[in-house]
């Protein structure tokens, strides 16, 4: 019996190895993946928005105007994990915390921030877009609005903040994280 279980055991070892050896083929780094062709993510503009008194990123880009902005990743990808079964409506964990910015925004006088942020997935049917109340997140030069989100499942999304009638949208892949990259 022992025998027949290692002959069972040896092709399923070879066949977990194989797979894992594949994945790393797609980067050293699977933090790093490549988003899919078939899923537009928004990429670094020619002509840079950048806003007064910040600098260029080095793993970020600003996205946006004066009049809403946000700074996104430059690799389109944004990390998930499903929640617990029973736990598929809640927020938290967040898959991301997306901030804002506008020059039209005081965090003085506007509390909670008038920002609301919607989403969209552009490749298959998914439930929607979760968020929390946005909030001020103070900073410098500028003070943002922060939004946390949950995106409930993977895939290609658009998301979309609408400030004051300005809209901004932006799509972003959305990968699984694997066991231990957490």
Not at 2 to 26: C, D, E, H, K, Y
Not at 63 to 78: A, N
Not at 128 to 133: C, E, G, N, V
Request: aromatic content about 12%; hydrophobic content about 40%; charged content about 15%.
């Amino acid at each position: 019996m022992t025998v027949f279980r290692l002959v069972l055991l040896i092709p399923l070892l070879a066949w977990a190895a194989m797979g894992q050896q594949n994945s790393l083929q797609q980067t050293s780094d699977s933090r790093q993946l490549v988003p899919p062709a078939s899923c537009p993510v928004t990429v670094p503009p020619a002509d840079e928005f950048i806003p007064p008194g910040c600098d260029k990123g080095k793993n970020s880009f600003w996205w946006g105007t004066e009049k809403l902005w946000t700074s996104l990743r430059k690799s389109g990808v944004w990390w998930w994990a499903p929640h617990p079964p029973g736990h598929e409506h809640e927020v938290q964990p967040l898959t991301d915390k997306t901030f804002w910015w506008s020059k039209d925004f005081d965090y003085r006088e506007e509390y909670p921030p008038g920002l609301k942020v919607t989403g969209i997935r552009l490749d298959g049917f998914a439930p929607a877009l979760l968020t929390l109340t946005p909030t001020n997140a103070l900073g410098s030069p500028f003070d943002a609005m922060l939004v946390g989100v949950y995106v409930p499942t993977p895939g290609c999304w658009e998301i979309t903040g609408d400030y004051k009638g300005q809209k901004l949208s932006f799509v972003v892949w959305v990968q699984p994280v694997k066991q231990g990259n957490q």
